[in-house]
């Protein structure tokens, strides 16, 4: 049977055009409810955190986001979806990077893989990229960065900071990334960075200017009580 679900082509040409509508999805029903309304759901790592109450993403496995992903792919028929990969899964090797992003792809039929990084992981990226690996880059605030920045801080304050930034975003978008998310970076920044390049920008907490927006559905449904991000209107 043909596929209806928006590809990455019609995504990489909502540059500068209508805005691209991104929600998380974990589960079969969500997604049921949430694909007639979106461009992307993005089984996002997050997952650790709002539904295993985990501290951070350090704990889901790529074995977690192969299961979530079926379960998002089997309740949704026009969203592109696209799945995370877990923090040890691709950082090692670009070689390591494409196994397991191969496994998602093999055995969930999503259309892609996002990965946190900018200019370290730009070899990963075009190495996925050149054997048909569609990579959603992601920069800013890193979550599985966690321990080296102690805590989900803003990211690009300074100077320094936000020039480092804007690096990584050149440097995955110039490697083949897709598209890019940029989290947790100063308004101005995420300003720039989807000003400078090519690729569709999608924010969360980065700026109103990105080409998208992407938000954590059980933040905006209000499920997620102990954190609510100053970005998020329930
Ligand atoms: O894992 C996730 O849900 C994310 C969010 C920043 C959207 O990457």
């Not at 694909?35 to 704990?59: K, Q």
């Not at 990077?97 to 893989?113: D, P």
Request: aromatic share 6%; net charge negative.
């Amino acid at each position: 049977m043909p596929s209806n679900r928006f590809t990455i082509p019609e995504i990489r040409a909502r540059k500068g055009q209508e805005p691209l509508v991104v929600l998380t999805a974990y589960t079969t029903p969500l997604a049921r409810l949430l694909d007639p309304h979106v461009d992307i759901l993005l089984v996002g790592d997050s997952l650790g955190m709002v539904v295993y109450g985990m501290e951070s993403t350090h704990g889901v496995t790529l074995e977690m986001m192969i299961e979530h992903t079926k379960a998002v792919m089997r309740g949704s028929s026009k969203a592109c979806v696209i799945s995370d990969m877990p923090f040890g899964s691709y950082q090692e090797s670009p070689q390591q990077a494409f196994r397991n992003a191969a496994r998602l792809i093999n055995e969930t039929a999503c259309a892609g893989v996002k990965l946190e990084g900018g200019v370290e992981m730009a070899e990963t990226v075009r190495f996925l990229a050149e054997r048909g690996i569609p990579v959603w880059a992601h920069v800013g605030l890193m979550p599985q960065h966690k321990h080296a920045y102690g805590g989900f801080k803003v990211q690009g304050k300074g100077k320094d900071q936000a020039e480092a930034i804007l690096r990584d975003a050149v440097a995955v978008s110039d490697a083949g990334a897709f598209a890019l998310l940029i989290e947790g970076v100063p308004e101005q920044l995420g300003r720039q960075i989807t000003e400078t390049v090519t690729i569709p920008t999608v924010g969360i907490g980065a700026s109103p200017h990105c080409d998208g927006q992407v938000l954590v559905t059980e933040d905006i449904l209000g499920l997620v009580t102990d954190y609510s991000p100053k970005f998020v209107k329930r």
